[in-house]
């Protein structure tokens, strides 16, 4: 199964990057590939449910996100199955042609916030997504997400 991981080093606070990345509202923002992402189900990360400032997550938050993949657009669902807010956040594809468990870790460091990403993931489903070669797959996404992370930085240093 292909795998990933990028990190970067954020001037700013673990709290106010988590709350940025953490929020898939956020996401066309800084994620050049999405279209569109959402929260679905919320899950149990907040004490007070009017507090809606991480964008209803927690262990069992489900979510949809539409993204391009190679030009292709393709539908997507996610679940968070970990969920340590301003630490570790892991989720995983519940459907679409891909399958994928991701992690987001956040550290507090001399200077601002490292953020780790790790992501493994096997095409399950090439109805969508035609024949493009698995290599294609992970070139695109690899070159998508180490520019993802550059425009985060910019995007909270600025």
Do not use: C
């Not at 991480?54 to 292709?72: D, H, N, Q």
């Not at 953020?115 to 070669?133: C, Y």
Request: glycine share 10%; charged share 30%; hydrophobic share 35%.
């Amino acid at each position: 199964m292909p795998s990933q991981e990028v990190s970067v080093v954020i001037k700013r606070s673990v709290e106010d990057v988590f709350a940025f990345v953490e929020n898939p509202e956020n996401d066309p923002i800084w994620r050049q590939s999405v279209i569109e992402a959402e929260v679905e189900t919320e899950g149990d990360a907040r004490e007070d449910p009017t507090d809606l400032s991480l964008g209803g997550e927690g262990v069992g938050a489900t979510g949809r996100e539409v993204y391009k993949l190679g030009g292709i657009q393709v539908e997507s669902t996610w679940e968070i199955t970990e969920y340590d807010p301003n630490h570790k956040v892991v989720y995983r594809s519940t459907s679409g042609p891909v399958e994928y468990e991701g992690v987001w870790t956040y550290e507090s460091v001399d200077g601002g916030t490292k953020v780790m990403f790790a992501i493994q993931w096997e095409v399950v489903d090439r109805t969508d997504i035609g024949v493009m070669a698995d290599r294609l797959i992970g070139r695109v996404h690899r070159e998508n997400t180490n520019g993802n992370l550059q425009v985060l930085k910019k995007l909270l240093e600025a």
